[in-house]
């Protein structure tokens, strides 16, 4: 009896463990696939726990059999963790809603982990008593939560990524049931029954493992118009390389950040106008931008001595220095004596950063996500401000002023709040859409059209460029009516780490069109 005991804490244990994966790699998908990371992560969670509370009262309807039903219940969620992320893969190709499947797909999850709880507290009861068992059971299912949690984080995403990591958990499950059934077997009531599920669950999670990358190959395939060339999960996102003809595309998230048809109309106005405007370029910083293009433009210049690149994702960086499609593109940059990367969040960085910069080059991905709020704030800025050398120069690029108006008027807004003197401009990128910057310096007696004649003055003809001359830089820096109204920024907010406004103008904004 006390080997009972034992085994069903080892099982709760580990289907703790697998469970709080399970809705991890949940939460990621819903992630990848819709995008807005917290707002996904805190659904999904709540979801599982709601779900959890129905499952456990469902429980209390079974009085009898209780080691068959749990299981019965384990082989379930051995099929249904394997499969989530293939399930979710391979319905996201044809539909626009896969975040309600994954929400269902959750729920069920939590209905069954909070099922089965119940049920060996109950197998338990006559082997310990009441305050012991309880405090056993939870304890257990605790601790593997935490030993979950530890493995997605630390080896599950980075090394196994979504499509075996949920195989993993499955087999977990499947290993947990086949212990109670082959170890207690004389106390099982409907033999075949469950020897039928022990030998459908083998089978499945032998095909799911065979089957399992092509078909999310396949169903990823289905998302992008062109050929996919490489794909990766890393613990930070999802990167996409695809190709069609002579040209590239990089996706990360499923979102646009470059095509080699014409991602010089993006980068080459992104630096050049801050490089010429700078007055001292021996070092520069640039925030972001791991595909290397950026620094591309920047080391065209001469005098540069030192670079530093900051990028949270190692992968992103290795592989702009190593894949040879990426390295074509960026003129193998990323492999120049003068560069230091470093893989760090941005902000931490400049928090931590004792150095002083001629040009601070901002290349982050869209103010998408609450995760990005910290990188748009009036206090990131002043955080910036505070590491430009005198004569110094900060651009970022600042979403569509047309799709997303008012989130590219609030990052001008909150420039402004932290003391600079700004200057928006735009360029029309075919694969994009119309995109925006905001070039700033930190110099009191400067007034914006001040900085807009310093600009329109400079001699960008004599540069190595594809696209950028003087006749560009004069239609970049005017815009039609109704873009730049100062009526319309009075009204919004400044961006700050505890009002992240930001966000929430990106999404009010036409882009939800497209």
């Known amino acids: 009896m006390f080997r009972i005991s034992l085994v069903l804490k080892i099982a709760i244990f580990a289907t703790g463990c697998a469970g709080i994966v399970a809705e991890f790699v949940l939460s990621t998908l819903a992630t990848y696939l819709v995008g807005n990371a917290v707002f996904q992560w805190t659904i999904v969670m709540s979801l599982m726990l709601f779900a959890m509370g129905l499952g456990s009262r469902l429980s209390k309807l079974f009085i009898n059999r209780l080691l068959d039903t749990f299981i019965l219940v384990e082989f379930g969620l051995s099929i249904l963790c394997s499969s989530s992320a293939v399930l979710a893969y391979g319905l996201a190709a044809y539909t626009a809603h896969i975040n309600i499947i994954i929400y269902l797909v959750a729920m069920v999850i939590g209905a069954l982990i909070g099922f089965e709880i119940p049920l060996v507290m109950r197998l338990n009861n006559a082997h ?14 605790y601790y593997g939560s935490l030993l979950g949690g530890l493995f997605f984080a630390f080896f599950a995403l980075p090394y196994l990524g979504l499509t075996y990591t949920p195989i993993i958990l499955g087999a977990i499950n499947f290993l ?25 669950s083998c089978l499945f999670l032998i095909f799911l493992a065979v089957l399992a990358k092509p078909i999310i190959m396949y169903s990823e395939q289905c998302q992008y118009k062109d050929k996919i060339i490489y794909a990766q999960q890393t613990p930070y996102q999802k990167i996409v390389i695809t190709q069609w003809k002579e040209y590239f595309w990089l996706f990360i998230n499923g979102q646009e950040q470059f095509s080699s048809f014409d991602e010089e109309k993006y980068h080459e106005p992104l630096v050049h106008p801050a490089m010429k405007l700078s007055a001292n370029r021996d070092k520069i910083l640039i925030l972001g931008g791991g595909d290397g293009l950026a620094l591309r433009e920047v080391l065209k210049y001469s005098d540069v001595k030192s670079v530093t690149l900051v990028d949270l994702d190692p992968a992103m960086t290795d592989l702009a220095a190593k894949h040879p499609a990426l390295v074509d593109i960026n003129n193998d940059s990323m492999n120049d004596p003068r560069l230091k990367i470093i893989n760090q969040d941005a902000g931490a960085f400049l928090k931590g950063d004792d150095h002083y910069y001629g040009a601070v080059i901002i290349d982050l991905p869209d103010p998408d996500t609450i995760e990005l709020m910290h990188l748009y704030c009036v206090n990131f800025y002043r955080l910036v401000a505070r590491h430009l050398r005198p004569g110094g120069v900060m651009v970022t690029q600042a979403t569509s002023p047309y799709f997303s108006n008012q989130a590219f008027l609030c990052i ?16 029309q990128i075919p694969t994009m859409g119309e995109w925006g910057w905001v070039l700033a310096m930190n110099d009191a007696a400067m007034d914006e059209q001040t900085l807009k004649q310093r600009v329109l003055a400079v001699d960008f003809n004599g540069l190595k460029t594809r696209f950028l001359n003087n006749d560009a830089i004069v239609s970049m820096v005017h815009f039609g009516k109704g873009v730049i109204e100062q009526n319309q920024m009075d009204k919004l907010k400044v961006n700050t780490q505890l009002n992240p406004v930001l966000q929430r103008y990106y999404q009010a904004n036409t882009w939800n069109m497209y």
């Open 412 to 427: 001008i807004k909150t420039i402004k709040e932290a003391g600079f003197t700004c200057l928006a401009y735009h360029n």
């Open 128 to 141: 310990e008593e009441l305050r012991t068992n309880i405090a056993a059971v939870m304890e257990k299912d």
């Open 176 to 200: 947990v049931a086949s212990l109670l059934l082959w170890s207690f077997f004389h106390l099982i009531h409907r033999k075949k029954l469950v020897v039928s599920a022990f030998a459908a």
